[in-house]
């Protein structure tokens, strides 16, 4: 997807499909495929997209993976018609990573249904394309005059407690916000906001899909040097039933995930109509739709519960460290990947609710095993200094690149999409978790270079 | 003793003529299933709905008899049922204007669903209905409010099902009050079947009156307040389907082409791209619009080859507006002159007389 800082390769094709000329990016690729000046086009995702342009005599953009010896690239290719032949422009060039951030806007949506009575979207200048039509009663304004007027025609925004407009920001970063708070113009009534960007296929930002629910009373508890939490949706579950819903549905969702897919999958010898390997592959996906609305429930509910109860005892972050690795010595050794935790005789007391502490570190260091190549190795170091205590998970994978530091700890951001466990609240609610109790759960990486997590907690004497 | 031979041999009697007339009866439905599956046989796959669709037009149909039934729920038998079961088995699904209708609103749904998001391309410019809510004629910004709310009700599962278009309304209710009717069996009266019939007059009235749950009308409405004066056709058109508003590009074809809302949904719909573009082309879409159009459906329908629409393209631009603008003419004529010749043709087609309708 293209972002101001990609390059942009451009290229010239004549009316036969030949190459004209092309920038020095594209013309290496091209050389690598097995093309030259004069020559078709060697790439076949760009030939095919300007040969399509050149018919219809229209532009046409869309994202090609283009295999570049062992790697494929994520290319976003313009093509058009200039003098008799194309013009294209490509821009991208970023090796495909493991980890993309996942785009469904329909799971958001979803998600939304289960606790906001007030839904709403909008175009990509902010204007309510959607209110759902019954919340009018409820909140007292009526949908048919806000639809097509500006959002802040519906909801009068609050600054947070550093005077910013979570949604601006969001407007401009093109990422999600939660905890804008505003007040349903006109009637007292306080809700919080929360949405998440649509794009079209290029990335570009075309609107959002939102949600508003009632602002919880009462000031949540202030992190050190971080801005107040927002407050988390009120499931209206009993204690714990979220997570035994998820353990009930699991099961029965993992075999009917398991069963589209061997359909999806057939070999096409097999007399399977090609239909029907669509539907199965699209009952698959909506298996795994479901089993991540049901996780997603589940920990959304953990985290409530959590922020609502952070304990405040010493904790020996090295303890817990060692104990969470032990938790995770079975699954990492089955992929092949050691971990070196703290040594027997290393302490670091802090302040943090045990419990908790465990929870986000069995998550750092799951996740770490998960992005570590075979025969690579996890390592749990810890770090002090001016009166923090910090626990450091490093591993060995992708990386990340900068561009995502923060987006990972947005809600949903999952880290492979393509793993049907995992949940993609994991470390929004981890980081939520740190700072609820004092602390804060950060990131270091850049691509090929590994990622450290670093959970940091008050010390204590 | 010969008293019971008397006695058994009338129940033999009787149980006999039972026994032939069930017999008689058996022998009809035979014949019936064999013409059935005559005609099942004879449709070639390439014709033959998908499952998706099917499966579509069952939970449509379904929320359309629900609606009817709804409405007479005064003389619903507590425990009998639905009564789409009972119109199923009468031949109900067998309808030409039926089965339009339904594969209509289903495949519309599902081509609207997957067309592309685009952003804007200057991203401070509201979306095509946004700008016209603002519009300082007041039509125009009613009829805008009027579609976006229409069509956020259609998109809200609980703000109610879909309605069946208005020309199947009178027909969906009668049947089903006649269903009711048979549920009611002995419990019914004539009083009963007078009450039934004023019920449906009234519910036909109430159908009349209220606008909630169809979002086509509403669209067609604000085609006509428009108009071409403020906007060339073309570009309303181009912008309408990119916003994903696809009921709003059928409505604003059919007003400029002075067809019906359905043909205009039929032309669109059409997997081969011709009659859309002789549509586009009299209507004065340019060959670039045309493109564009044709690209977007064919990014959201995987049955649509683009290779396809690059070549009808340059033979329809070439193809005089006149001439383009007959494919339209003869979908301007009566419907009732359409459905009698279409009948006409079907009838010399399939030759099916059994269980005729």
């Known amino acids: 997807?293209?972002?101001?800082?990609?390059?942009?390769?451009?290229?010239?094709?004549?009316?036969?499909?030949?190459?004209?000329?092309?920038?020095?990016?594209?013309?290496?690729?091209?050389?690598?495929?097995?093309?030259?000046?004069?020559?078709?086009?060697?790439?076949?995702?760009?030939a095919a997209l300007a040969s399509l342009s050149h018919r219809l005599g229209i532009h046409i953009s869309r994202a090609v993976v283009a295999a570049d010896g062992e790697t494929e690239l994520d290319l976003w290719v313009r093509a058009g018609p200039d003098r008799g032949g194309v013009r294209l422009e490509v821009s991208g060039w970023r090796p495909r990573a493991a980890w993309?951030?996942?785009?469904?806007?329909?799971?958001?949506?979803d998600f939304f249904r289960t606790y906001a009575e007030l839904r709403w979207e909008t175009d990509a200048s902010l204007r309510l394309t959607f209110v759902s039509p019954d919340a009018g009663a409820h909140y007292g304004f009526d949908p048919r005059t806000m639809l097509g007027q500006p959002l802040t025609r519906l909801f009068a925004l609050a600054q947070d407690m550093e005077g910013q407009l979570p949604i601006l920001s969001a407007v401009s970063a093109r990422a999600r916000f939660d905890g804008q708070r505003a007040e349903v113009r006109g009637t007292g009534q306080w809700v919080q906001l929360e949405a998440r960007p649509r794009s079209d296929p290029a990335g570009r930002f075309a609107g959002f899909v939102g949600a508003a629910h009632g602002a919880a009373g009462g000031a949540p508890a202030v992190a050190r040097g971080t801005a107040a939490p927002a407050s988390i949706p009120q499931l209206a579950f009993p204690p714990g039933f979220?997570?035994?819903?998820?353990?009930?549905?699991?099961?029965?969702?993992?075999?009917?995930?398991?069963?589209?897919?061997?359909?999806?999958?057939?070999?096409?010898?097999?007399?399977?109509?090609?239909?029907?390997?669509?539907?199965?592959?699209?009952?698959?996906?909506?298996?795994?739709?479901?089993?991540?609305?049901?996780?997603?429930?589940?920990?959304?509910?953990?985290?409530?519960?959590?922020?609502?109860?952070?304990?405040?005892?010493?904790?020996?972050?090295?303890?817990?460290?060692?104990?969470?690795?032990?938790?995770?010595?079975?699954?990492?050794?089955?992929?092949?990947?050691?971990?070196?935790?703290?040594?027997?005789?290393?302490?670091?007391?802090?302040?943090g609710d045990f419990r908790r502490v465990l929870q986000v570190l069995v998550n750092l260091i799951g996740n770490a095993v998960r992005y570590s190549p075979s025969g690579g190795t996890v390592r749990i170091t810890l770090e002090q200094e001016d009166g923090i205590g910090r626990v450091v998970i490093a591993d060995q994978g992708k990386g990340i690149p900068a561009r995502d530091h923060e987006r990972i700890f947005e809600k949903f951001a999952r880290l492979d999409p393509a793993e049907p466990g995992g949940s993609g609240l994991g470390l929004y609610i981890a980081r939520r978790l740190a700072r609820a109790m004092g602390g804060d759960l950060t990131v270091e990486s850049a691509p090929a270079m590994g990622a450290r997590f670093l959970l940091s907690l008050p010390l204590r004497d | 003793m010969s008293g019971d031979f008397a006695d058994t041999r009338r129940d033999f009697l009787m149980g006999a003529e039972d026994l032939l007339?069930?017999?008689?009866?058996?022998?009809?439905?035979?014949?019936?299933?064999?013409?059935?599956?005559?005609?099942?046989?004879?449709?070639?796959?390439?014709?033959?709905?998908?499952?998706?669709?099917?499966?579509g037009m069952t939970a449509l149909l379904a929320q359309w008899i629900g609606a009817a039934e709804r409405q007479l729920a005064d003389f619903a038998t507590p425990g009998a049922g639905g009564t789409f079961p009972l119109l199923c088995a009468a031949g109900l699904l067998n309808d030409w204007a039926l089965t339009e209708a339904l594969i209509g609103q289903v495949r519309q749904d599902q081509l609207a669903k997957a067309l592309p998001h685009q952003a804007p391309r200057d991203p401070a410019q509201p979306s095509l209905l946004s700008r016209f809510v603002d519009h300082p004629a007041a039509t125009i910004a009613e009829a805008a409010r009027d579609l976006l709310y229409a069509a956020s009700?259609?998109?809200?599962?609980?703000?109610?099902?879909?309605?069946?278009?208005?020309?199947?309304?009178?027909?969906?209710?009668?049947?089903?009050?006649?269903?009711?009717?048979?549920?009611?069996?002995?419990?019914?009266?004539?009083?009963?079947?007078?009450?039934?019939?004023?019920?449906?007059?009234?519910?036909?009235?109430?159908?009349?009156?209220?606008?909630?749950?169809?979002?086509?009308?509403?669209?067609?409405?604000?085609?006509?307040?428009?108009?071409?004066?403020?906007?060339?056709?073309?570009?309303?058109?181009?912008?309408?389907?990119?916003?994903?508003?696809?009921?709003?590009?059928?409505?604003?074809?059919a007003h400029a082409a002075r067809i019906d809302y359905a043909d205009a949904r039929a032309l669109a719909l059409d997997r081969e791209p011709d009659r859309l573009l002789l549509a586009l082309h009299a209507v004065g879409v340019e060959r670039d619009g045309m493109a564009q159009i044709g690209f977007l459906l064919c990014d959201a329908d995987r049955h649509r080859d683009v290779a396809v629409l690059a070549d009808r393209l340059d033979a329809v631009v070439a193809l005089d507006r006149a001439d383009a603008a007959t494919v339209l003419a003869a979908l301007r004529l009566d419907p009732a002159y359409h459905a009698a010749r279409a009948a006409i043709r079907r009838g010399a087609m399939t030759g099916w007389v059994e269980g005729a309708r």
């Open chain 1, 1 to 46: 997807m293209p972002d101001e800082a990609s390059p942009l390769a451009i290229a010239r094709l004549d009316a036969a499909g030949r190459l004209i000329d092309a920038e020095p990016l594209l013309s290496a690729l091209n050389s690598r495929a097995g093309g030259r000046i004069g020559a078709p086009l060697a790439v076949p995702g760009i």
């Open chain 2, 153 to 253: 009700c259609s998109e809200d599962p609980e703000a109610g099902g879909r309605r069946a278009p208005r020309h199947l309304q009178a027909r969906l209710l009668w049947w089903v009050a006649a269903a009711m009717r048979e549920q009611a069996g002995s419990r019914a009266d004539i009083a009963f079947d007078e009450a039934l019939c004023t019920a449906v007059r009234a519910a036909l009235v109430v159908l009349d009156a209220s606008s909630r749950g169809a979002v086509e009308p509403v669209a067609m409405r604000f085609a006509a307040a428009v108009g071409a004066s403020l906007h060339p056709v073309p570009y309303l058109l181009l912008e309408a389907l990119r916003d994903r508003r696809l009921v709003l590009f059928l409505a604003i074809l």
């Open chain 1, 100 to 109: 993309r951030p996942a785009t469904d806007p329909d799971r958001e949506r």
């Open chain 2, 21 to 55: 007339r069930r017999a008689a009866a058996a022998e009809r439905r035979a014949r019936t299933a064999i013409a059935a599956a005559a005609q099942d046989f004879s449709v070639p796959d390439s014709l033959r709905l998908e499952e998706a669709t099917r499966n």
């Open chain 1, 242 to 351: 979220a997570r035994r819903l998820e353990r009930a549905l699991q099961g029965p969702l993992a075999r009917i995930i398991a069963a589209a897919e061997a359909i999806a999958d057939a070999e096409s010898d097999a007399p399977v109509h090609a239909d029907y390997v669509g539907y199965a592959a699209d009952i698959a996906g909506a298996g795994r739709h479901l089993l991540a609305l049901v996780e997603d429930l589940a920990d959304l509910q953990s985290a409530e519960q959590a922020a609502l109860a952070t304990a405040s005892e010493a904790v020996d972050l090295a303890d817990v460290a060692r104990r969470a690795a032990a938790l995770l010595a079975i699954r990492a050794s089955d992929a092949g990947i050691a971990i070196a935790p703290p040594p027997a005789q290393a302490m670091l007391r802090v302040t």
